[in-house]
C-alpha cells in the first residue's frame, strides 16, 4: 500500500524574478464574505515592481493571499470541476502599464488531515488549525473523504494548496512558468525562501 504523502504536491506559485502581486480592487472582500462568490467584473490586480525594473510576465505568481493564473493554467484545473474551487476572472497590470487576463484561483476546500505523530509543527489549536513545519497527512482521516472532494485542499490554519497527482501531473505537464508542484514529502516550511 502506498503511503498518501506520495500521492499530494504542494502548489508553489511565483518566482523571485517577479515580485507578488497585489489586488489593487477595493471590492477584494469577495474572497471572504461570499461562498461562492460571483463578479459582475474582473479583480484589478497590480505588480509591485518598479516601472524601471525588467520584469518578466509569468503564467503563476504568488499573490498575498491566492495564486493569479494565466489561461492555460486556468484551463486544466477548470477542466477537472474540482470541488469547492473557484477561479476569478482578474485583470493584472504589469509594471510596463500592459494588461493581461488571468484569473485568481480561490480554494475553499478545509480538510483537517494532518497527521500530527508524523508531521513537525509549532502549534496545534484544538479545532485541527495547525502552524506547521512541513506536511504529513493522515491517511486514515483521508480515506474518509471521497478522492474527488480532496483533490485539491488545505489544511486548517495553513494557506498552502495540497494538490493530488491526478491534477498535479497535468498541471506540471504545462511547463507554465512560475507554477510549480512540490512533492509534499520534500516541501517544509523554509521551502518559499528558494523560489
Not at 489544511?155 to 512540490?182: D, F, K, Q, T
Amino acid at each position: 500500500m502506498s503511503d498518501i504523502n506520495e500521492e499530494y504536491y504542494v502548489l508553489v506559485c511565483g518566482s523571485g524574478k517577479v515580485p507578488s502581486p497585489y489586488v489593487a480592487d477595493t471590492k477584494s472582500h469577495y474572497l471572504m464574505l461570499q461562498s461562492p462568490a460571483s463578479l459582475k467584473r474582473p479583480i484589478q490586480v497590480e505588480t509591485a515592481a518598479d516601472p524601471n525594473d525588467s520584469i518578466p510576465l509569468i503564467e503563476a505568481m504568488a499573490a498575498p493571499s491566492d495564486p493569479v493564473i494565466s489561461e492555460r493554467v486556468k484551463k486544466v484545473i477548470e477542466y477537472f470541476d474540482l470541488y469547492k474551487v473557484q477561479l476569478f476572472p482578474a485583470i493584472y497590470t504589469h509594471n510596463d502599464e500592459s494588461e493581461y487576463s488571468y484569473y485568481i484561483l480561490v480554494v475553499e476546500n478545509v480538510i483537517n488531515a494532518y497527521d500530527f505523530n508524523n508531521g513537525k509543527y509549532f502549534e496545534k489549536e484544538d479545532d485541527g488549525s495547525v502552524d506547521a513545519i512541513n506536511f504529513r497527512l493522515d491517511a486514515n482521516k483521508l480515506a474518509m473523504i471521497p478522492l474527488e472532494k480532496r483533490c485539491i485542499f488545505t489544511i486548517r490554519g495553513m494557506s498552502e494548496y495540497l494538490v493530488h497527482r491526478s491534477v498535479a501531473e497535468p498541471l506540471m505537464a504545462l511547463n507554465a512558468s512560475g507554477l510549480r508542484l512540490v512533492p509534499l514529502l520534500q516541501w517544509d516550511i523554509g521551502f518559499e525562501m528558494t523560489v
